[in-house]
């Protein structure tokens, strides 16, 4: 079972920024592939980021230029630094972890909210 905790959403006005961070539990963080997903009102649950274990990233067409998806390994964290946010970026923000062997654990989720 890996644990994952989410911090550092919040209100920000359009054209801000904000970083969030994704805390795990357990040895084997570095052999995880680590995304950051996102649910809008209203929205099915949607890919924003995601980044291998060798490094490889991906990104949302939406959020490409914007968004920054890092991890740290030593500190088993991950982190989604966002700028440029828009209205349309409004949701709630979820970690999550796919395992080596076949397990998909989330976080609880952050809430972001881009005003207008």
């Known amino acids: 079972q890996v644990q994952l905790v989410e911090s550092g959403g919040g209100l920000v006005q359009a054209g801000g920024s904000l970083r969030l961070s994704c805390a795990a539990s357990?040895?084997?963080?570095?052999?995880?592939?680590m995304g950051w997903y996102r649910q809008g009102p209203g929205k099915q649950r949607e890919l924003v980021a995601d980044?291998?274990?060798?490094?490889?990233?991906n990104y949302a067409d939406s959020v490409k230029g914007r968004f920054t998806i890092s991890r740290d390994n030593a500190k088993n964290t991950g982190y989604l630094q966002m700028n440029s946010l828009k209205p349309e970026d409004t949701a709630v923000y979820y970690c999550?972890?796919?395992?080596?062997?076949?397990?998909?654990?989330w976080g609880q989720g952050t809430q972001v909210t881009v005003s207008s």
């Open positions: 999550s972890v796919h395992t080596p062997w076949g397990f998909h654990y």
């Open positions: 357990g040895s084997m963080f570095s052999d995880y592939v």
């Open positions: 980044i291998r274990s060798s490094g490889t990233i």
